[in-house]
């Protein structure tokens, strides 16, 4: 057996008094051995953060690790000294993190913020640190290392911005890389590149990757030691919630008018500069969809893509600047507000953030009568359907007494769809409603909207980047790319035999299928 | 709720402006039965008496009564203590109703330009404008077009205020109502005005209570200011401004007709800005640490 990196032996991390639980991480022991990647998966809260900071030694002053040993090439992290521990951050320990905006300094050039380490941690002078620093941005593969030198981190994409990330953390060729999800903000095709980048310079320079990670198909991915044959009754639950690539057997088409329909949306928006001359950018161009009752309609595409630009249209959240927009047999789509908002109750949404979607200054109750009170329902009416929506989105009615703050981000989307349900939608559309759940969250969600669909017959339109989510709930799916629709279909047709060539990246992109549970006992 | 009066109450800042405040708003409200007597009554027996001396007070009436000049009298033989204690009330009135003035018409037009983008440019250019004049030369200004009275000392205090007040607000404004909890409540039908005042407002209440009482503190100064100028409000109303700029003529001998009222300014603005900043740093997010 090789020598271990890192090797941490019984650590725990208390948690300050009053949290749901004593300790953060409990009991951990793990090693990484040279070259070899080990993945830690776990949904929000189960710890994995706190213990990548520990090692790092930047974890929070509320939190203390009270027991265990932290080894890094055989040296004691826990008992170094902030002097030594500074030392070996960037030396002998990278770290790549999730947000590539919030990690790299906005006031400063990408050039500079790469200098200043190797500033502080060789005694190299300028011209040789230059040298090394175009050297490694050659070696992350961002096109023209020299104008990346001088440019602010505003100024590159998500993906080149999580490069030059990488490329502080692995300059000095550090023994340890630690990864805290580093593709989660980035788009499939993008997250797809990075993770053959972080593969490759590991490879190249023998470090030991540790990988945090929520995304079972990014850990089949890169981790060495796949979990091939989960043990453990909480890792085959993460497992099984993980949507898979393969439609089910397509549902009989729904006949009857559109609820809700819209063609040849387009939406420029219009930037003047300081002459006062006109820059239209177009958001979205010519997008047409039918949703009818009891199917769901599924709208794919990467950030950018003009997807929810389309949705905040057909719900008249945001004024296209072309096309037809139906609800049922009337027209919305230059209807003023104010006619517009007897018609409001036929096409509800929900959307992607659960922390923001709900007033934090209001009771839950108080949220989920607004829309039913503002179609005309006395307060006692709609109160009593609130309390029997709450038992439909499985809570308890004294939760309406609540406070958002007090819920869960599963519990407050659940909300968030008991409020569009109280107006009786004919249309549900749902902005990346999923999209900020763990896994087996996002499985109890996508069940509820399933199901509220078959009772009441509600037409669903469904946006997401994800396309496993798309797989499991869509009838129907539109991949949108650069504001345009590029292909449409029935779900089963287009995941077998994508036409458009954007879609076929797309799905070339997507990380790889999970490897087949083996000995799967019932 | 109880939550956040508990954290209120934690904070040391919040606790010693709170306390300061409230003994001069006993003080002030509680005057006629602190040993004071008429704060207007002129005594010619008791000309530039000095602190702390005892002797009969002639009231206006005739009649007489025995009383102890904790601060001195003034050149006209007026009761310096309790010209102080009345003058409590005007600064804290002052203070009070500037802040509410400002918040009010500030906040409206703030909420206006912030939600409406047409209205936005107009209004904020004129706010723009507003904000170049002098806070003090515009207030003087205001004073002498409407006549001195309370009310109109009042009004002419806060609006210099209005535009910062709409600034903050717009700003609020702007960034609530992307939110997706007001979108959400743009499509369950809610009219506008009251997406304004369920949704927006309450969310941007903690700001805007801090900033009342930063106006709240330099209201209490700027009217102390004018009053010295003899601007402010009438000589016959006491405020602390009014003694100060009365006694400036003899301060060389009778330096007390401008340190008493002093000694109640200086802690009255400065417990109000504690208890500001301390308000902003339990309120305000952006100044709450991490995990707490």
Same mark, same amino acid.
């Given at each position: 057996m090789s020598e271990a990196i890192l090797s941490i032996h019984g650590l725990s991390v208390a948690l300050p008094?009053?949290?749901?639980?004593?300790?953060?991480? =409990?009991g951990i022991s793990l090693r990484i051995a040279a070259g070899k990647t080990l993945c830690v998966v776990g949904e929000s809260g189960s710890g994995k953060s706190v213990m990548a900071t520990t090692v790092m030694g930047l $974890?929070?002053?509320a939190l203390r690790p009270d027991a265990g040993e932290v080894l890094l090439q055989g040296e004691s992290l826990l008992k170094a000294a902030p002097a030594r521990l500074r030392e070996l951050r960037g030396r002998t320990m990278g770290m790549v993190f999730q947000e590539p905006m919030t990690a @790299?300094? &906005?006031?400063?050039t990408c050039g500079d913020q790469v200098d200043e380490l190797l500033a502080t941690h060789t005694d190299w002078p300028a011209a040789k640190r230059r040298a090394e620093i175009l050297q490694v941005f050659e070696r992350v593969r961002l096109p023209e290392p020299e104008r990346m030198l001088r440019?602010?981190?505003?100024? @590159? %994409?998500g993906g080149q911005r999580q490069r030059i990330v990488i490329a502080m953390a692995v300059i000095l060729k550090p023994a340890l890389l630690i990864c805290d999800e &580093?593709?989660?903000? $980035?788009d499939v095709t993008t997250q797809k590149e990075i993770l053959r980048l972080i593969a490759d310079l590991q490879r190249e320079q023998g470090s030991a990757v540790l990988f945090i990670t929520h995304d079972m198909g990014v850990v089949a991915e890169i981790a060495?030691?796949? #979990?091939?044959?989960?043990?453990e009754t909480y890792t085959r639950q993460l497992l099984a919630a993980v949507p898979g690539m393969t439609p089910p057997a397509p549902r009989l088409e729904p006949a009857g008018a559109a609820l809700l329909a819209g063609q040849g949306v387009g939406k420029t928006y219009i930037a003047r500069d300081w002459l006062g001359r006109a820059r239209p950018?177009?958001? #979205?161009?010519d997008a047409a969809v039918a949703v009818r009752a009891g199917e769901t309609v599924g709208i794919v595409g990467e950030s950018g893509s003009g997807k929810s630009t389309f949705a905040r249209c057909l719900i008249r959240l945001i004024d296209p600047t072309e096309g037809r927009i139906h609800w049922g047999a009337d027209e919305v789509a230059t209807l003023p507000e104010g006619r517009l908002r007897p018609l409001r109750h036929r096409v509800q949404v929900v959307f992607q953030d659960p922390n923001r979607s $709900?007033? &934090?200054? *209001?009771t839950v109750g108080q949220s989920l009568v607004e829309g039913a009170m503002n179609f005309g329902q006395s307060q006692a009416e709609a109160e009593a359907l609130a309390a029997e929506l709450m038992q439909q989105v499985r809570l308890?009615?004294?939760? $309406? =007494? *609540?406070?958002?703050?007090?819920? %869960?981000g599963g519990q407050r989307q659940r909300l968030a769809i008991a409020r569009a349900l109280a107006c009786k939608p004919q249309v549900l559309v749902a902005d990346?409603?999923?999209?900020?759940?763990d896994v087996s969250v996002q499985a109890q969600i996508l069940k509820l909207l399933r199901e509220a669909q078959d009772r009441l017959g509600l037409g669903l339109l469904f946006i997401t980047h994800d396309l496993r989510v798309a797989a499991q709930l869509c009838d129907r799916v539109i991949v949108m790319h650069q504001g345009r629709i590029v292909e449409q279909g029935p779900t089963a047709e287009l995941y077998a035999r994508p036409q458009h060539a954007y879609t076929r990246s797309l799905f070339d992109a997507a &990380?790889?299928? #999970?490897p087949a549970m083996e000995d799967a006992p019932a | 709720m109880k939550s956040v009066v508990r954290k209120l109450l934690a904070h040391s800042a919040i606790r010693f402006g709170a306390s300061v405040l409230g003994v001069l708003i006993a003080l002030a409200l509680l005057a006629p039965w602190l040993?004071?007597?008429?704060? +207007?009554a002129m005594d010619? +027996?008791?000309?530039n008496t000095q602190a702390g001396a005892h002797g009969t007070f002639s009231l206006l009436d005739g009649t007489s009564l025995a009383h102890t000049f904790w601060m001195g009298t003034d050149n006209f033989g007026r009761d310096i203590y309790s010209r102080v204690l009345y003058g409590t009330r005007v600064s804290l009135v002052v203070g009070l109703f500037t802040a509410i003035v400002a918040l009010l018409v500030g906040g409206l037009l703030g909420m206006l330009a912030g939600y409406f983008r047409t209205l936005d440019a107009v209004l904020m250019r004129f706010m723009d404008g507003l904000m170049a004049i002098p806070a003090i030369l515009l207030a003087i200004a205001l004073v002498a077009a409407m006549g001195a009275k309370l009310w109109t000392v009042i009004v002419a205090i806060a609006i210099p205020e209005i535009p910062r007040v709409t600034r903050l607000v717009r700003s609020l404004v702007l960034t609530l109502r992307e939110e997706p909890f007001v979108e959400a409540a743009k499509a369950l039908a809610t009219p506008t005005p009251v997406i304004l005042l369920r949704h927006i407002l309450p969310n941007a209440m903690a700001p805007l209570i801090v900033q009342g009482t930063f106006i709240a503190a330099s209201a209490v100064l700027t009217e102390a200011i004018l009053s010295f100028l003899g /601007?402010? /409000?009438? +000589?016959?109303i006491p405020t602390w401004g009014n003694i100060m700029a009365e006694g400036r003529v003899q301060f060389t001998q009778y330096p007390g007709n401008v340190l008493f009222p002093a000694l109640f300014l200086v802690p009255t603005v400065l417990a109000i800005n504690l208890l500001g900043d301390g308000l902003r740093d339990v309120l305000d997010p952006k100044f709450a640490k991490r995990g707490a």
């Open positions: 008094a009053g949290g749901d639980r004593m300790h953060a991480v =409990q $974890l929070d002053k @790299l300094n &906005p006031v400063m440019s602010y981190p505003h100024q @590159l %994409s &580093p593709t989660t903000a $980035l060495d030691e796949v #979990l091939r044959r989960p043990r950018t177009q958001a #979205l161009r $709900l007033n &934090p200054r *209001r308890p009615v004294d939760a $309406l =007494q *609540r406070y958002p703050s007090q819920f %869960s990346e409603a999923v999209s900020a759940l &990380p790889a299928a #999970l | 040993g004071t007597v008429d704060p +207007a010619s +027996a008791n000309i /601007l402010g /409000l009438p +000589a016959d």
